[in-house]
C-alpha cells in the first residue's frame, strides 16, 4: 500500500497514525498537493492529500473513506469506530468537530498562506476563527477519560491539534483548553504518532 501525502496534513496524518496503530505497513508518497498539483492529480482527480493506493492498484480518497475501509478490513473488535450504537454515535460526533476545526483553520491557513496579501479578506478570515473557536470550546467541554480505549475520535482530536498549533498557533495556546491538551500528549507519545510528527509546517507554493 501507498499512503499518499504529507503528514503536516491531519488528514492523512490521521490516515498514517491509523495504518500504524492497526498493523498496516505502507510506503509514503510525500508529494505536495501544491508543487506537484498536475501529478496529485493523476492519483486523485480533486488534486488532494490523503490518497491510499492498495496493493491490486485501487486508489481510495477522502481519509473518512480510507479509514472506513481500514476499519472493514480488521472488523468490529478492532475498528477504530464502534461499529453501532450510542458509542459510534459519539464517536462520529467527537470527529466531526475535531474535522469541522480542521477545515476552519485550514480555511484561515490558506487565505495567509497561499492568497496574496491584497486579496485576503479578514472577515472570512474572523469567521472562520470564530468556528474553529467553536469546535475547540464544544471539543473541550466533552468528558474525555484517560483510560479509555484509544479510538478515531482520540487519534482526530490529536491530529487536529497538532495541525492547529502548526498553522494558526495563537487559536490553541497550551493549558487554555486542559482536557484537550491532556489528549494530545497521551497521543503524540505512542509510537504512531511520533513517527508520523509533521515537523514543520511546510508552507504551501505555487509551483
Ligand atoms: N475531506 C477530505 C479533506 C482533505 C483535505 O482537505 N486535504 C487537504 C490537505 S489537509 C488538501 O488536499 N488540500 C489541497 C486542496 O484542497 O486543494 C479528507 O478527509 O481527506
Redesign the pocket.
Known amino acids: 500500500m501507498i499512503l499518499v ?1 504529507q503528514y ?5 496524518r490521521r ?1 498514517a497514525v491509523s495504518l500504524r496503530l492497526l498493523g498496516f505497513t505502507f510506503d509514503h508518497d510525500t508529494r505536495s ?2 508543487a506537484d ?1 498536475d501529478s ?1 492529480r493523476t492519483t ?1 482527480p ?5 490518497s491510499l493506493v492498495l496493493d491490486d492498484g485501487t486508489t481510495l ?6 479509514l472506513d475501509w481500514l476499519d472493514q478490513q480488521v472488523g468490529p473488535q478492532r475498528a477504530l469506530v464502534p461499529s453501532g450504537g450510542l458509542e459510534r454515535r459519539e464517536t462520529l460526533q467527537r470527529i466531526a468537530l475535531a ?1 469541522g476545526t ?2 476552519k483553520v ?1 480555511g484561515i491557513g ?1 487565505e495567509r498562506l497561499v492568497r496574496p496579501e491584497h486579496y485576503r479578506w479578514p472577515d472570512w478570515i474572523a469567521r472562520c476563527r470564530t468556528q474553529a473557536e467553536g469546535g475547540l470550546a464544544a471539543l473541550a467541554s466533552l468528558p474525555w477519560d484517560v483510560d479509555q480505549r484509544l479510538d478515531q475520535a482520540w487519534i482526530t482530536t490529536a491530529c487536529m491539534m497538532r ?1 492547529v498549533r502548526l498553522a494558526v498557533p495563537d487559536l490553541l495556546p497550551r493549558d487554555r483548553y486542559a482536557a484537550l491538551d491532556m489528549v494530545s500528549v497521551r497521543c503524540e507519545a505512542l509510537p504512531a504518532f511520533r513517527e508520523t510528527w509533521p515537523a514543520d509546517y511546510v508552507v ?1 507554493s505555487k509551483g
Do not use: E
Open positions: 501525502g503536516d496534513s491531519p488528514y492523512t490516515v498537493v501544491f498539483f496529485m486523485n480533486l488534486g488532494r492529500i490523503p480518497i477522502d481519509s473518512g473513506a480510507i474535522s480542521i477545515d485550514m490558506y495541525y504551501p
